[in-house]
C-alpha cells in the first residue's frame, strides 16, 4: 500500500506541470532524522551478551578488589582512644565540669608500633559524634572576611559568634570558634619527635580562601570560650590547624591531620603522646582518638573497598555461571513467539 | 451576468416546500419579553434609541489572554498544576532562612520551566490573536447616511448597519437579508465554515424588502431574540410601514459563511461580534488528558506522600536531636552549636517549633523527588513527536496534498492506547465521492465495471479475479478521454451515443432525461470553456445529471420556469436543445423517500418524471408499467449486494385534466397556513405519484478509500476493536463491512433488528405503548441470544480458534437500546464481538455510542470522521481523528488529529502510537526513576547530619540536575527510542497490545522504577560513604571532607542514572550518544568551570576536582565500584525478565536479531502469524474473562 503511494507519486513528479506544483507541496522532506530511519544501534540483551557482561566485570572487580585489599593492607596504623583514659579517675563522674574546669589537663599516652612504619606517618585526630556537617554548623562562617580584611564587616552568616562589643570576629562563626585544641607532643623512645604542622592543608584553601593580610582579631573574646585560641600575629593563610578544621568534615565521624612525622617508626618503638586534653567532646559524649597511620597509593587504611569489589565481582560471577546454566538446562529459541508475556499475564491495568 | 441582476427567476417556487414553511405562532409571541428583547433599528444605528441601547461592536477577539493581564493570567495557569504550586512556595521560602539551599539556586530551574512554558502560551496567543486581526481588518461596504456605499472594516461594523455583500464574500456579522441581486430575493449561502456542509443552502428575504428599489430609504425596526448559540432557529418580527411581518432562519445570514452563487446581497446588521450565532458557539473544545498524564498526576501525589513522609521523619528525629541539646538545667550538649544563643529553627527550648520548621526546609530539601522538568520535558517531546507525526512522509498524501496533523500534542501516547476505534462511513471510509457505475434499463442492466465491494467478496470468497477482467475494466478507463469525476461508467452499448442503436432506445432516452430533469441542481457555465459543473444539493443528485450530461443528455440552463436541455435526437442522432417547462416540483423528503418533477415537454405534453427509493417506487407503479420489474428487481438486489446506492426511475404521462385538478388542490394545500400543511401537500403529492411506469434503477458507489480494508485487518490483528456508526441501510452497511474486512467470511454475524414482521404490525396499529413494550422485548431477547452464542464460543475457546462474532444493529434498535436500560446489556454483548456496525445512526447517536463505549469500558476509544455530523462523536472521544477530506474542515477542526485517508490511521496507531506510548511511558518512569535515585541520597546523608537540613551536594549541582546533567537524555528518549522499527510495528500489529493493556505503564512497572531508583540510592550512598569514611583518601594522607564526598556521591548519580538510561533504551543513534556522554561530560565541565569561580561563590566546590578529587585514584574506585553495583540489579533483573517473561517486543527484537544471519528466515517468519493469531485469541478470552463491565 505504501509503495503504491510512492510510485503514484514519482510517476506525478515525471511531468514538469507537476513538479512546479511539486514546489508548494506540502510533502513532508524527505531525511532520514524526521522519517525516524537514523542508523541506529540497537543493542539486545542476548544470553551471550549478558553472560559476557557478568564474566566481564567479574574479571575487572575481582583483581582491583585484590589489589586494593593490598593496598589498604600495606597501610599501617594506630589508633588510640584517649578521651576516656585521659580524665583522671576520680573526674570520671562528671567528665563535663573537668573538661571545663581549669587546670592542667595534660595526660601521657603510650602507643606501640608493631609494624615497621615508613615516612611521612602522618597524624590525625579523629572525633566521633561531632556533627561537623550541621546545617547551623556550616553556615557559620564568612568566606569573604576570611579572603580579604576589606570584608571584614561581612560577619551576617556568624550569629551568635559574630562580634564581640560591636567589633567583628576574625575569624568569625561557629566552626572558627570551636576549633579542635588539644595538642599532642611526640617523642620516641624518650626522644622527641618532630611533627611538621607545615603543608596538612590544602594548596587551594591556603591560597584563595585564606587571605595571608587577614589576622585573627577579637577571637575568643566573648562570654563563652570555644575552641583553641589563634595567635593574632599569624595571618590565617599560615593558620593550618584553623584551614584544616574549617574544611568541614562530611560525616560525624572524622579525621583531620594534626601533622606529619618525617622519620620512619620501627617495630618495637614506643611512642610516648603527651596531651593536652582540652577539647569538650564530653557533653555530647564524642570519642577522641588520636591515630598514626602511612598511607598507601590509596590512602589510609580501609578494607571496605576491596571487600566491596570482591563482593561484586563475585556476585557477578555466581550470576554469570547462574546463567549459563539456566541457559544451557532451559534454552529458549531467541524469538520464540510462545513466550510472550501476556500469555500468563494478562497484564495490568 | 456579474452585476445585471437576474431577471425572472423565482427559484422559490423550485423550493416550494422549505420557503413556505409557517412558523409556529408561540415564538412570536415572545418577542419583546424576556430572552426576546433585542432590538435593531435597520439603517439608522444613529438613532439615539439604538445608541442607548449600546450592542457591542463587531470587534471580536478569540485570544486567551491581552497585552495587560498576559502575565498575572498565565502564571495563575502554570501554577493551576500541583507541583508548580509546590515550587512555588518553596521560592518563596527559600528567601528565609529555613531554606538548605541559597535562593537563586532554587529560582533558576523554576524561572526557567515557567519561563518555557509561558513563551509557549505567549506564541500560541500570538498566532490567535493575528487571525482576529486579519478578520477584524476585513473591508465591507456600508450603506452611509449619503446614500451610498463604502468600505469599512468589519470591526467598525455597528447594529443597524446596513452592508452589501459580494459573491464569494464571507458575511461580516449575522445579518438580515432584506434583498439580493435575484429579483425575488434568494440567495445561496455556503456554510462549510459553520457546520462543514459543502452544498450550498439557500436563503429567502421577505418580500416586501426584496424590491432593490426600497433599500434606497429603507427604514425599520426589527425586533427579536437575544444572542443564543442556535445556529437554526431565529425569532423576530419586523416592524415596517406599520405592519409586522415574522422573520425565520431563512431570513439569516450567519457570519463565517460565504455568499455563493449571487452577485450581492443587502442586509442589515443584528448580531455583531462575540454577539454572532458562530462566536456564540464558540466553546472551548473540550480539553482532552491522556491516561498516562492523568495517571502520572496520581503518582506525583504518591511522592508528595513519601516527600512528606520523609520530611516528617526527619523532623521528628530533629525535634529530638534539637530538644536533648540543651538540658533542663542549661547545660550545652553539642555546645559547638551554640544552642543557648541559637534562632528559632535551632533553639532547643522550642524544639517543637523548631521541628516544625525543619518540616519546611526538609520539604524543600527533598524536593527533588518532585520532577519540577518533567513537565515541561514531557510537553517538549510531545511537541517533537507531533513534528514527527507531521512529518511522516508515509502519511502524506499526494491527491489532496495534505500530511497528517497533530492538532494537539496531548494525546500522542493515547495513540498507542486505543482499544476501540469508532469510525462514520460516508467520507471515512469511503471517499464520498458518488460515482455512476451502473444502471437498469428496462429489464437490461448495464455499465461494465465491477466495483470494490465486489472485487473485494471475490477475493475472500477465494475467486480469484480473472487477471484479463481487471486489465480490461483498467484499459477501458484509461481509453475513456478523461476521466470525469462523479461518473465511472463503460458501456459501449450505450456511450459515445452508441445507444440509439439498442433495441430499447426509446426507454433509454426517457430513462436519462429523467436524470436530466427531476433533481434540483443548478448548472454553472464557464464562460471561457464553455463547461458546465453543477451546484447540487448531495453528490449523489451531482452523479445523476453528470451521468446524464455525459451519455448525451446535457442540462445547461434552468430558469424560473424551464430546463434546458442539449439532447441528441433518437431518430436523427443530432444534437438539438430541448426546453423543458418546469410546472411542479415535488420535493424529497426522508420520509418520502423520492422526489418527482411535474414538466411540459416541448412536444406539449405532460410529464411527471420521478425517482426514488424502491422500497416506495414499486408499489406505485401501475399496472402497465411493471413490464420488466422482475428483472429490475433483482439488478436492484445485485447492485444493493455490490454495496452500490440505488434509485428506482419512472414516469407518468398526465392528462391535462387531471393535471388541473390535482394542481388546484395541490396549490391549495400550499397556500394553507395551518400546522397539517405539510402533511397536506404530502397528501397531494402522493396522489398525482401513481401509476409510474417503470423505467429501470440506477446504481452509484461510494467508493472505498484506498488501502481500507487492509488497514482494518491491521487493526484488528492489532487488537483494536472497531465500530462503524454509519446512516447507511442496514444491507448496504453489511456489504460495506464485508468490503472494508470489518465483517469476514467465517466470522459469525449477530443482528439486532426491529423489522420483523409482529412490530410492523403494531406499528400499524400505532398503540406506541406496545410497540414500545414489544421492541424492548424483542431487542432484550435477540441481546441475550447473542450473548449466549458467545458464551459457548468462549468456552470452546480451549479447543480451537475463538469464533470470532460481527454485530450489526439497525438504526431503530439503536435509537431504542440507547434510550432504554438495555445499553449496559447492549455494550456487553458489543465488546465481544470484534466489529460493531451501527446503521442509520444520527450524529447525536454517534455521541452517545461513543459515550457508552467510554464510560462502560473505560477503556481508550478513538473516533474518527470526516463531516459536521461526527463532531461530537469526535469530542466526545477520547481521541478525535478528523479526515481531511471532501466534506469541509468541521470535522478537523474538532479534532486531535487530522488525516487524509483512513488508511493512515494504521500507521498513526501502531507504528506513532505506538512509540510515543513506549517513550512516554518509559520516560515518565525514568524521571521518576533518576529523581528517586537522587533525591534518596539526600535523604540517607540527612541521617548522618543529625537531619539538620544541609543537602549532601553543593547547592549548584543541585539546581542544575534536572537541567544539564540528565534532561537531554530524557528527552532524546521521549522523541527518538523505537523498540522495533516502524516495518515491524506493522508486520507484528499484535505488539500493539502492549499499550492497550497499559504493560509499560502499569502501576507494578512505575513501583519497580521507583524501587530501584530508591536501591540506586542506598547503593550510591552507603557505598561511598563507606569507602570514603575517616581515612585518608590520597597518597598525601589528606581526608575526604564534606565536599569531596559530594563531590564522588554526586559523580556516581550522575553516572548512574546515565548509564541507566543507556542500558533501558532500545535505540541508539548519535544523538543518544551525544546526549547520554555529552551530559556527563557537561557534569565534569561543569565542576571545572564551576570550582575555577573564587570561592566566594562557588564555597565548596571550589577547585575541588582539579585539586582534590581528580588526583585521587580511590575518588575513581569508588565511582566505578558504585556505578555497577548500582545498575546490577536492574541489569539482572532484564536479563532474567528476557530470559523467563519477555515482552512481546524483546521476543520481535530477537527475531529481527536471528532473521538477519539465517538464510532459511521463512520458516522464522513464517510461523510467528499463526503463532500471534494464537495468542491474539488467548489474548481476546483473557481480555472478556478478565474484565467485568458492569
Known sequence: MSSNTASSSAGAAGSGDSSAARKNSKRPKYSKFTQQELPACKPILTPGWVISTFLIVSVIFIPLGVISLFASQDVVEIVDRYDNDCIPTPARTNKVAYIQGDGDKACIRVLNVTKRMKQPVYVYYQLENFYQNHRRYVKSRSDSQLRSPKYENQISACKPEDDVGGQPIVPCGLIAWSLFNDTYTLSRNNVSLAVNKKGIAWKSDKEHKFGNKVFPKNFQKGNLTGGAILDPTIPLSEQEDLIVWMRTAALPTFRKLYGKIESDLEIGDTIHVALKNNYNTYSFNGKKKLVLSTTSWLGGKNDFLGIAYLTVGGICFFLALAFTIMYLVKPRRLGDPSYLSWNRNPGGR | ?1190
Not at chain 2, 459573491?167 to 434583498?179: C, G, I, Q, T
Not at chain 2, 410529464?607 to 416506495?616: I, N, Q
Not at chain 2, 474486512?741 to 400499524?764: C, N, W
Not at chain 2, 570514603?1028 to 590520597?1034: E, G, L, P, V, Y
Request: overall charge neutral.
Open chain 2, 1 to 1190: 451576468m456579474a452585476g445585471e441582476r437576474r431577471k425572472g427567476m423565482k427559484l422559490s417556487k423550485l423550493y416550494s416546500f422549505k420557503c413556505f414553511k409557517p412558523f409556529s405562532k408561540e415564538d412570536h409571541s415572545q418577542i419583546g419579553s424576556k430572552g426576546y428583547s433585542r432590538v435593531v433599528f435597520c439603517n439608522d444605528p444613529d438613532n439615539p434609541e439604538a445608541i442607548q441601547l449600546n450592542y457591542s461592536g463587531n470587534y471580536v477577539s478569540t485570544t486567551k489572554y491581552t497585552a495587560t493581564n498576559f502575565i498575572p493570567k498565565s502564571l495563575f495557569e502554570q501554577f493551576r498544576r500541583v507541583a508548580n504550586i509546590y515550587f512555588l512556595v518553596v521560592a518563596f521560602v527559600s528567601f528565609s532562612p529555613l531554606a538548605p539551599y541559597t535562593a537563586p539556586s532554587v529560582l533558576a530551574p523554576l524561572l526557567i520551566v515557567i519561563g518555557a512554558t509561558m513563551v509557549k502560551e505567549g506564541v500560541e496567543d500570538w498566532r490567535r490573536r493575528k487571525q482576529d486581526i486579519e478578520a477584524n481588518n476585513r473591508k465591507v461596504e456600508v450603506y452611509s447616511k449619503n446614500r451610498t456605499f463604502g468600505e469599512t472594516k468589519w470591526k467598525n461594523l455597528r447594529v443597524g448597519d446596513l452592508v452589501k455583500v459580494h459573491k464569494d464574500e464571507y458575511f461580516p456579522a449575522d445579518l438580515l437579508l432584506l434583498s439580493s441581486s435575484y429579483e425575488d430575493g434568494i440567495c445561496y449561502v455556503e456554510t462549510m465554515n459553520l457546520d462543514g456542509e459543502t452544498n450550498l443552502k439557500l436563503k429567502h428575504a421577505l418580500e416586501i424588502t426584496s424590491d432593490e428599489e426600497s433599500i434606497k430609504n429603507f427604514r425599520a425596526v426589527v425586533k427579536c431574540e437575544d444572542p443564543n448559540e442556535h445556529l437554526y432557529s431565529f425569532v423576530g418580527t419586523l416592524h415596517f410601514e406599520g405592519k409586522q411581518y415574522a422573520l425565520s432562519p431563512q431570513q439569516l445570514l450567519l457570519r463565517d459563511s460565504k455568499l455563493k452563487n449571487t452577485d450581492y446581497v443587502h442586509g442589515v446588521v443584528v448580531f455583531t461580534g462575540h454577539d454572532t450565532k458562530v462566536m456564540q458557539n464558540a466553546t472551548d473544545p473540550p480539553s482532552k488528558r491522556s491516561k498516562i498524564e492523568k495517571k502520572m498526576d496520581k503518582i506525583i501525589y504518591i511522592l508528595f506522600s513519601i516527600l512528606i513522609v520523609i520530611a516528617f521523619t526527619g523532623s521528628v528525629f530533629f525535634g529530638i536531636t534539637t530538644r536533648r541539646d540543651m538540658s533542663d538545667n542549661g547545660k550545652l550538649r553539642r555546645w559547638y552549636l551554640r544552642p543557648d544563643q541559637s534562632t528559632v529553627f535551632f533553639d532547643p527550648g522550642r524544639a517543637v517549633l523548631a521541628a516544625l520548621f525543619h518540616f519546611l526546609t526538609a520539604l524543600m530539601l527533598y524536593g527533588y523527588l518532585i520532577p519540577i522538568s518533567l513537565y515541561v520535558s514531557i510537553e517538549v517531546v510531545k511537541v517533537l513527536q507531533s513534528i514527527f507525526i507531521n512529518q511522516d512522509q508515509e502519511m502524506y498524501h499526494e491527491e489532496t496534498d495534505r500530511p497528517a496533523h497533530a492538532r494537539t500534542s496531548n494525546l500522542n501516547e493515547e495513540l498507542g492506547q486505543v482499544d476501540t476505534i469508532l469510525s462514520d462511513k460516508t467520507g471515512t471510509l469511503t471517499c464520498n465521492s458518488m460515482e455512476f457505475v451502473k444502471c437498469s434499463i428496462s429489464g437490461t442492466a448495464y455499465g461494465r465495471g465491477m466495483t470494490e465491494v465486489e472485487m473485494a467478496l471475490r477475493k475472500q470468497r477465494g475467486m480469484i479475479i480473472p487477471q484479463e477482467e481487471v486489465d480490461d475494466h483498467d484499459s477501458k478507463k484509461a481509453n475513456a478521454k478523461k476521466s470525469v469525476k462523479g461518473f465511472n461508467f463503460w458501456d459501449e452499448r450505450i456511450v459515445d451515443g452508441q445507444w440509439i442503436n439498442q433495441p430499447n432506445a426509446e426507454l433509454i432516452q426517457k430513462f436519462f432525461r429523467v436524470l436530466a430533469i427531476c433533481h434540483t441542481a443548478i448548472p454553472d457555465v464557464n464562460g471561457d470553456t464553455g463547461e458546465i459543473t453543477y451546484e447540487a444539493e448531495s453528490p449523489d443528485e451531482a452523479a445523476f445529471v453528470i451521468a446524464a450530461r455525459e451519455l448525451g443528455f446535457e442540462f445547461f440552463a434552468r430558469s424560473q420556469t424551464n430546463i434546458s436541455l442539449h439532447e441528441i435526437d433518437h431518430m436523427t442522432g443530432e444534437k438539438v436543445d430541448r426546453v423543458y417547462e418546469l410546472l411542479h416540483f415535488l420535493e424529497f423528503s426522508s420520509s418520502r423517500k423520492r422526489m418527482s418533477v411535474i414538466v411540459r415537454n416541448p412536444e406539449n405534453r405532460l410529464l411527471l418524471l420521478s425517482k426514488g427509493a424502491d422500497s416506495v417506487m414499486f408499489e406505485r407503479l401501475a399496472k402497465h408499467g411493471r413490464q420488466n420489474e422482475k428483472e429490475t428487481k433483482e439488478h436492484i438486489k445485485k447492485y444493493a449486494e455490490a454495496g452500490l446506492r440505488t434509485l428506482v426511475i419512472t414516469y407518468r404521462e398526465l392528462d391535462e385534466d387531471e393535471y388541473r385538478i390535482w394542481e388546484e388542490e395541490f396549490l391549495k394545500a400550499k397556500t394553507l397556513v395551518s400546522e397539517d400543511r405539510d402533511a397536506l401537500i404530502d397528501a397531494a403529492a402522493n396522489k398525482i405519484e401513481k401509476d409510474l411506469i417503470l423505467l429501470g434503477s440506477t446504481a452509484v458507489e461510494d467508493k472505498l478509500q484506498k488501502g481500507v480494508s487492509d488497514c482494518i485487518e491491521k487493526l484488528s490483528q492489532a487488537g483494536v476493536k472497531i465500530w462503524v456508526l454509519t446512516g447507511d441501510k442496514t444491507e448496504t452497511a453489511i456489504n460495506i463491512g464485508y468490503a472494508c474486512s470489518l465483517l469476514r467470511e467465517g466470522m459469525k454475524m449477530i443482528l439486532i433488528t426491529l423489522d420483523s414482521s409482529d412490530i410492523e404490525a403494531l406499528e400499524k396499529q400505532g398503540d406506541k405503548e406496545a410497540i414500545a413494550k414489544a421492541c424492548f422485548q424483542s431487542i432484550k431477547k435477540q441481546i441475550r441470544e447473542g450473548m449466549s452464542q458467545t458464551d459457548a464460543a468462549t468456552d470452546n475457546s480451549e479447543k480451537d480458534n475463538l469464533e470470532i462474532f460481527g454485530l450489526v444493529i439497525d438504526g431503530k434498535s439503536l435509537t431504542f437500546v440507547l434510550d432504554t436500560k438495555l445499553d449496559k446489556k447492549f455494550l456487553e454483548l458489543a465488546i465481544r464481538c470484534n466489529s460493531v456496525i451501527c446503521c442509520r445512526s444520527s450524529p447525536k447517536q454517534k455521541a452517545l455510542v461513543t459515550r457508552l463505549v467510554k464510560n462502560g469500558t473505560g477503556r481508550t476509544t478513538l473516533a474518527v470522521g470526516d463531516g459536521a455530523n461526527d463532531v461530537g462523536m469526535l469530542q466526545e472521544a477520547d481521541i478525535g481523528v478528523g479526515i481531511s477530506g471532501a466534506e469541509g474542515m468541521q470535522a478537523v477542526m474538532a479534532s486531535d488529529f487530522a488525516i487524509a485517508q483512513f488508511r493512515f490511521l494504521e500507521r498513526l496507531l501502531l507504528v506513532h502510537g505506538h512509540w510515543c506510548y513506549r517513550r512516554i511511558a518509559i520516560m515518565i518512569c525514568y524521571f521518576f526513576y533518576k529523581n528517586l535515585a537522587f533525591g534518596f541520597t539526600l535523604f540517607w546523608y540527612e541521617a548522618y547530619a543529625s537531619f539538620s537540613g544541609k543537602p549532601a551536594y553543593n547547592d549548584w549541582y543541585m539546581s542544575c540536575y534536572n537541567v544539564f546533567f540528565t534532561s537531554l537524555p530524557v528527552i532524546a528518549l521521549g522523541v527518538f527510542d523505537q523498540d522495533v522499527s516502524a516495518r515491524l510495528c506493522l508486520k507484528y500489529p499484535l505488539l500493539y497490545q502492549e499499550g492497550v493493556q497499559n504493560i509499560l505503564f502499569s502501576w507494578e512497572r512505575i513501583l519497580g522504577w521507583m524501587f530501584n531508583g530508591i536501591i540506586s540510592s542506598m547503593i550510591i550512598f552507603f557505598l561511598t560513604i563507606n569507602t570514603m569514611a575517616a581515612q585518608a583518601f590520597r597518597i598525601d594522607g589528606k581526608v575526604a571532607d564534606y565536599s569531596v564526598l559530594g563531590v564522588t556521591m554526586y559523580s556516581s548519580v550522575v553516572w548512574t542514572v546515565n548509564i541507566q538510561m543507556a542500558i533501558s533504551i532500545n535505540y541508539f543513534t548519535w544523538i543518544q550518544h551525544c546526549f547520554i556522554w555529552g551530559s556527563i561530560g557537561v557534569w565534569y565541565l561543569f565542576l571545572v568551570i564551576y570550582g575555577s569561580l573564587p570561592p566566594t561563590f562557588s564555597t565548596t566546590a571550589f577547585q575541588v576536582f582539579v585539586e582534590t578529587s581528580a588526583p585521587s585514584p580511590i575518588c575513581w574506585l569508588t565511582l566505578v565500584l558504585v556505578v555497577f553495583s548500582a545498575l546490577l540489579p536492574y541489569f539482572s533483573y532484564r536479563a532474567f525478565q528476557i530470559k523467563f517473561r519477555p515482552m512481546y517486543h524483546d521476543i520481535i527484537v530477537e527475531q529481527r536479531r536471528t532473521e538477519r544471519p539465517e538464510t532459511g528466515t521463512s520458516d522464522v517468519a513464517g510461523d510467528l502469524p499463526v503463532q500471534v493469531e494464537f495468542t491474539l485469541n488467548h489474548l481476546r478470552a483473557n481480555l472478556s474473562r478478565r474484565d467485568s463491565w458492569n
